[in-house]
């Protein structure tokens, strides 16, 4: 394994385990955020319970995800040197107003994890609604910082030199909005089924029945809304990409050839040799109108792009059509789950009804590791788009893979201490319950 395909595979790693603890951090506030407000509007103890089991789950995501963000910062620097001596002080700016949101989350966490009893209770409530909108700002500070990389602003670059760095225009670039509402979206699609899912698996079990239908109905209107929204901030996304970045849209509708009238591809497996794509369904002029809002427009293809700025086609385009598939799939249970709500409300008693949603758990993080892939493997091979090689900027300094076999070790680790915690935290749920109900039998 070469140090570049080490580097590459190491923050490929970090960052898929880093987007799920991150994405869950920033919108499982927002859930708790809402059970509170409920139990101080209706009294309801059930939702006083519900947002303490939460709370319990956002500290264990918002030490992890700092953890496993630090290290990622660390590695930009260890393995990216050269990428990080001329883009830090451009696209600096981001970062350290990210470290503010972190701070502030990190604060206004503690006063909500022990503040029961000690604040005023709408004052309290505030304290755990401001973690989430900074932990929300955080994220898309990052993703502002990303942006940047698909699409380079605030400078000029001469003669091999950065000149005339303007970190506002650098943070506010032209890909920060549509990534950041992109972004913004899966996490609360990821992380509302996946919550929702697990709710409805317990409720399955028969027990506690009331409160784990009271977690299902707050996760999964959260995690619908986003899934029905979302592809049209994709769409917005595509159409961006098509000006901004057509080698990354070719790659992934696996688009080899120039055309008018180019069609949307939906599957296929793409012969990069022969520059077709076998076993595809076609839909004339489709993706002529989705890129560019004209059937018969014309789309960059991959032979309008130098061979060797060429994305990795297979890659790319394999994690569009999974990103893309899944998300509709999770279009159609939300759909399926309002309709419920409007005609059927007996469905929801079903387990049929609930086995969907259990399966649905993972599938909104499988698709946000997707959707991850296209961005930065379509980018290739830029670090810098059209301005920066990914193999000019890697380090030096010999013997990456040992490093990637050390974080590989960390990772799993966490990952393993992360599930052990949520674990032990779900078996201990009935027993705080069960407390809870002779208290209240007693009372």
Not at 122 to 144: E, K, R
Not at 222 to 243: E, M, R
Not at 295 to 307: K, R, S, T, Y
Request: charged content about 15%.
């Amino acid at each position: 394994m070469d140090d570049l395909f080490a580097a590459r595979s190491q923050m490929a790693l970090s960052m898929g385990f880093h987007i799920i603890f991150a994405c869950i951090g920033m919108v499982m506030p927002f859930f708790m955020a809402t059970s509170h407000y409920k139990y101080l509007k209706t009294k309801d103890p059930l939702y006083k319970e519900l947002t303490k089991a939460w709370s319990r789950g956002v500290a264990i995501f918002f030490v992890t995800g700092a953890v496993s963000g630090t290290m990622l910062s660390f590695e930009l620097g260890l393995l990216w040197p050269e990428f990080m001596l001329h883009a830090g002080p451009i696209f600096g700016m981001p970062f350290s107003l990210e470290g503010t949101a972190f701070f502030i989350e990190a604060i206004f966490l503690g006063f909500f994890l022990y503040g029961w009893g000690k604040f005023n209770p709408w004052f309290h409530w505030w304290t755990g609604v401001i973690v989430g909108i900074s932990g929300l700002a955080s994220g898309i500070l990052v993703v502002a910082a990303n942006g940047w990389m698909n699409s380079p602003t605030g400078f000029d670059f001469v003669n091999g030199e950065y000149l005339n760095i303007d970190p506002i225009a650098a943070m506010f670039n032209d890909a920060w909005l549509t990534q950041a509402l992109h972004m913004t979206l899966a996490a609360f699609v990821s992380t509302g089924f996946a919550v929702a899912g697990i709710h409805a698996y317990l409720l399955m079990k028969g027990k506690n029945l009331e409160f784990h239908r009271k977690a299902f109905t707050i996760a999964i209107v959260f995690g619908a809304v986003a899934a029905i929204l979302q592809p049209i901030s994709g769409d917005i996304s595509a159409k961006d990409i098509a000006v901004r970045q057509p080698s990354k849209l070719a790659a992934m509708e696996a688009h080899f050839e120039t055309s008018k009238r180019a069609p949307l591809i939906i599957g296929g497996i793409p012969n990069v040799e022969k520059k077709e794509v076998n076993y595809a369904i076609e839909i004339p002029g489709a993706l002529s109108f989705l890129a560019h809002g004209d059937f018969n427009a014309e789309v960059i293809g991959l032979d309008q792009i130098p061979e060797e700025h060429h994305p990795p086609v297979m890659v790319t385009h394999f994690a569009f059509q999974i990103m893309v598939g899944l998300g509709m799939l999770l279009v159609g249970l939300s759909l399926l789950y309002f309709f419920s709500l409007w005609k059927k409300k007996s469905w929801q008693f079903k387990r049929w009804f609930l086995w969907l949603f259990v399966i649905a758990t993972p599938l909104g993080f499988i698709a946000l590791e997707a959707g991850w892939t296209v961005t930065e493997v379509g980018r290739q091979p830029w670090i810098i788009y059209e301005i920066m090689l990914t193999k000019d900027a890697v380090s030096p300094i010999p013997g990456i893979v040992y490093s990637l076999i050390v974080f590989t070790a960390i990772f799993i680790s966490l990952a393993a201490i992360v599930t052990f915690l949520l674990y032990r935290q779900i078996k201990v749920l009935p027993k705080t319950l069960e407390k809870y109900a002779q208290e209240s039998i007693e009372t």
